[in-house]
């Protein structure tokens, strides 16, 4: 069975910090990956998404990047943290066939 | 791009009641519709889905309608339980990669 793991399960950061979050994938091979952003109370807007590893597509600019340096491995980032960067970040997985499977996420409150 | 917009913010029924939440697209070329489950606190599960080659598809308990020419779909719960309460978003995409997700809609089931 597969699995995603978010770390961390929450951080709490100040304006202007550096910022890394992850997510891995365990079961399942050359999962397509996707980093989506929840403001709280709110919608999901989709961040990234990245077919295979070393090629990530940006869906939205806010200042953050991903990478992903393994077939399994996820990692979004910024150097500069922003009021605007609080929420819920989650990590999904899918086969391609468009059915998008969740990790727990992590809640970010920037201050 | 594509928007999707989910028509009840908040929806109340009592126990054992039928609950309908309904969402439009506007993109014509979407095909795919899933929707997910979002318990307070947590991340999203998905729930159930209808691509374009049906018109409705029934699980268990939920069933979702899909109208074209509107461009409407919509989710059905039958005889509701308070563990049906939650936040449950519709999404819609065209191809692989890019799934745009409505603004939720908050579910209570009062017993």
């Known amino acids: 069975a597969q699995t995603i793991h978010q770390w961390p399960v929450a951080e709490i950061k100040a304006v202007g910090s550096p910022l890394s979050l992850g997510c891995t994938i365990k079961g399942k091979s050359s999962p397509n990956l996707y980093w989506y952003w929840q403001a709280t109370g709110g919608t999901l807007q989709q961040l990234f998404y990245s077919i295979t590893v070393g090629q990530v597509e940006s869906v939205v600019q806010l200042n953050l990047s991903a990478s992903r340096p393994k077939d399994d491995q996820f990692i979004l980032s910024t150097e500069k943290l922003l009021l605007s960067h609080s929420g819920f970040y989650l990590c999904?997985?899918?086969?391609?066939?468009?059915?998008?499977?969740f990790g727990a996420g992590t809640r970010l409150s920037v201050l | 791009g594509e928007k999707v917009e989910q028509h009840e913010s908040t929806l109340s029924v009592r126990e054992g009641d039928s609950a309908v939440i309904n969402c439009t697209y506007t993109d014509t070329a979407s095909s795919y519709f899933p929707w997910y489950k979002q318990e307070a606190g947590k991340s999203l599960h998905f729930v159930i889905d209808?691509?374009?080659?049906?018109d409705r598809k029934q699980s268990q308990r939920l069933t979702v309608l899909l109208d074209k020419k509107a461009k409407r779909f919509s989710l059905h719960i039958t005889a509701t339980q308070p563990e049906d309460s939650a936040i449950y978003f519709c999404?819609?995409?065209?191809?692989?990669?890019?799934?745009?997700f409505g603004k939720g809609t908050v579910l209570l089931v009062s017993p």
């Open positions: 999904a997985w899918s086969t391609g066939e468009n059915t998008l499977y």
């Open positions: 999404a819609a995409s065209k191809g692989y990669n890019k799934l745009t």
């Open positions: 209808i691509r374009s080659n049906v």
